[in-house]
Each structure stands twice: as structure tokens, then as C-alpha cells.
């Protein structure tokens, strides 16, 4: 069974950072291409980042460049999400995702609060 397990958010302050994790398994993590996908209250979600299989290739949405990072670990299962210099439009709940097939796997999310 495919297992999708989002940790390490919490709250900070503005300009405070943290580091998401996703652990994997239940399928071949090192096949697929991962992506973070996060959801503010009140709102639809909203894709932040991906990265391919091996790692070399990473990708940014516009509001997060420059202060996320993404990266895996294929050895370990998991794929990692820096955040740094976070808002508190960063707030959401924060979910790894791939897709196999016609299928899309989620995580159950870990909550992101950015307040003073």
C-alpha cells in the first residue's frame, strides 16, 4: 500500500525556517518524480515545488524561489522540503504527492503556521 508521510512542520515566525519531510513507501520512490502541493485555509491548493527522480532537476513556483529547497534521498524514501524565510502567507497545510498511472497519491499533510 502506498504510504505518504508528511512531518517536521509546526509554527514560526515570520523569517523563521523549517524542514518538511515526506517518507515513502509502498512503491519504487526512486521511479517517480515527487512534488510539495500545499492548501491555505479558505483556498484551492496551490503547487510549490517538484523534483525529478534522481534529484538533479528541481522546480520552483514563482511565490517560494529563492527560499525553498527540494530535495530527496532516494536511499532513504524521502523527500525533504527546506523552507527558509518563511511569511505568513506561507501558512497551509503542506502535502508530498506523485502521480502514478491515472492515479494521484497524497499525503495526509503536515500543518505550516507562520505567525508572530
Known amino acids: 500500500e502506498v504510504q505518504l508521510v508528511e512531518s517536521g512542520g509546526g509554527m514560526v515566525q515570520p523569517g523563521g525556517s523549517l524542514r518538511l519531510s515526506c517518507a515513502a513507501s509502498?512503491?519504487?520512490?526512486?521511479?517517480?518524480?515527487m512534488s510539495w502541493v500545499r492548501q491555505a485555509p479558505g483556498k484551492g491548493p496551490e503547487w510549490v515545488s517538484a523534483?525529478?527522480?534522481?534529484?538533479?532537476?528541481?522546480y520552483y513556483a514563482d511565490s517560494v524561489k529563492d527560499r525553498f529547497t527540494i530535495s530527496r534521498d532516494n536511499g532513504k524514501n524521502t523527500v525533504y522540503l527546506q523552507m527558509n524565510s518563511l511569511k505568513p502567507e506561507d501558512t497551509a497545510v503542506y502535502y508530498c504527492n506523485f502521480i502514478r498511472a491515472r492515479a494521484s497519491y497524497w499525503g495526509r499533510g503536515t500543518q505550516v503556521t507562520v505567525s508572530s
Open positions: 509502498g512503491f519504487t520512490f526512486s521511479s517517480y518524480d
Open positions: 523534483i525529478n527522480t534522481g534529484g538533479g532537476s528541481t
